[in-house]
């Protein structure tokens, strides 16, 4: 597959708040993520991507267009081993793989890059399609936490989905 993590770059801001701003993107991630989404989000999230040292988060790309974003995120303390992996893709490109794949390469990079054993995605119990995507990764659904999660107005369930080395 076509699939190819890169940094973010500051050229990316115009198709990053254009497929970012969408509620069916945000409605499926943490409330750290606005909605909607606009240039000033998207500079902060470009900021954001670009000061982390090793890179975090990743700009996808798929048959060279940005089709999305990957990111993960070494936990501390007590839990130092994990890493939690985020990611989205634009709406125009679901349905293609590229998260499946974005996932593999994330993974692949956090436990080469950090001191991890363990990667671990969260993604709310009405998100059937992330669970396939992270089941296809190679992930193990862990546990379902009843209504754990208060989204929109509504409480769900979280799913923890797991890989490890």
């Known amino acids: ?12 801001i115009e198709l ?3 497929y970012a701003n969408n509620k069916n993107i945000s409605d499926t991630l943490s409330d750290g993520f606005p909605s909607p989404f606009n240039q000033n989000d998207g500079l902060k999230f470009l900021e954001r991507a670009a000061a982390s040292i090793p890179t975090r988060m990743f700009a996808i790309i798929w048959k060279g267009e940005l089709a999305g974003s990957v990111g993960i995120f070494p ?5 130092r081993k994990n890493a939690a992996v985020a990611y989205w893709v634009a709406e125009p490109f679901w349905g293609n793989g590229i ?4 996932i593999r ?3 692949a990079y956090g436990f080469l ?3 991890i054993s363990r990667v671990y995605a969260q993604p709310f119990g009405n998100n059937k399609a ?10 193990t659904l862990e ?7 208060f989204k929109n107005g509504q409480y769900q369930d979280e799913h923890i989905y797991s890989q490890m080395i």
Do not use: C, N
């Open 143 to 149: 546990a379902i936490i009843s209504k754990s999660v």
């Open 99 to 102: 998260a499946t794949e974005a």
């Open 113 to 115: 890059t950090f001191d």
């Open 75 to 79: 936990d501390s303390d007590y839990h």
């Open 105 to 107: 390469q994330i993974v």
């Open 130 to 139: 992330s669970h396939r995507v992270l089941e296809k990764a190679g992930f």
């Open 16 to 18: 990053l708040v254009e």
């Open 1 to 12: 597959m076509d699939i190819i993590l890169r940094k973010w770059e500051p050229e990316d």
